[in-house]
């Protein structure tokens, strides 16, 4: 099995941009898709990015996602930052025999 | 519009057992595979255990295999997680999740694509 390995938190400004990342332990980021999930307190857990970078519909296009392959890492692009982005962010990926989540990341919005 | 609703969370005791229910509607609940999820306090996501589509195939993770057992009833629309000798480590709110393919793991990329509430188990010692 790999790790994914998130930043424990980042903060940003309203309106400004903000980037997390999911770095890949082993393996190729690129050979299993990437997932990147919401939690909000008090909401539903969602899906915000599936297969690296397709948005589900009814998700806003501020949220995108990305492979960078020299860093072995995904990451969820977040634009425009409103409050009510303020949220934990997971990513997720699996191999063949198990599926792996990173550790979350905590995002605040000042 | 999907709906996940789980139940059947509460407090046991060390060694005890629960099973967690979670009703799906929505969607047609035998054409995907589903999922337990669990996060334990002040910790990240662990996924648990799957099941395919037609309740064929089973896949856990090391922290249940042996104790846990995922199954479905597709014509109650019904996904169901049997906990026995349950650990204090298992104290967690258990998420129910619809993926996206009708099988997961093995060739098929795995993604949540649907999440219920939760349901909190607490095992005390």
């Known amino acids: 099995n790999f790790i994914l390995t998130q930043p424990h938190s980042v903060s940003e400004s309203p309106g400004k941009t903000v980037t997390i990342s999911c770095t890949r332990s082993s393996g190729n980021i690129a050979r299993d898709y990437v997932q990147w999930y919401q939690f909000r307190p008090g909401s539903f857990p969602t899906t915000v990015i599936y297969k690296g970078f397709e948005r589900p519909s009814g998700v806003s296009d501020r949220f995108s996602g990305a492979i960078d392959y020299s860093t072995n890492s995904a990451s969820l692009t977040i634009s425009g930052l409103q409050t009510g982005d303020e949220a934990e962010y997971f990513c997720q990926s699996d191999d063949s025999s198990s599926v792996v989540f990173g550790g979350g990341t905590t995002l605040t919005v000042l | 519009e999907v709906q996940l609703v789980e139940s059947g969370g509460g407090s046991v005791q060390r060694g005890g057992s629960l099973r967690l229910s979670c009703a799906a509607s929505?969607?047609?609940?035998?054409?995907?595979?589903m999922a337990w999820v669990r996060r334990a306090p002040g910790k990240g996501l662990e996924w648990v255990s799957g099941v395919n589509g037609n309740g064929e195939k089973t896949y856990y993770a090391a922290s249940g295999k042996g104790r846990f057992i995922v199954s479905r009833a597709n014509s109650q629309n019904t996904l169901f997680l049997q906990m026995n000798s349950l650990r204090v480590d298992d104290t967690a709110v258990y998420y129910c999740?619809?993926?996206?393919?009708?099988?997961?793991?093995?060739?098929?990329?795995?993604?949540?694509?649907?999440w219920g509430q939760g349901t909190l188990v607490t095992v005390s010692s």
């Open positions: 999740a619809k993926t996206g393919n009708f099988d997961i793991l093995g060739g098929y990329y795995t993604s949540f694509e649907y």
């Open positions: 929505g969607f047609t609940f035998d054409a995907f595979a």
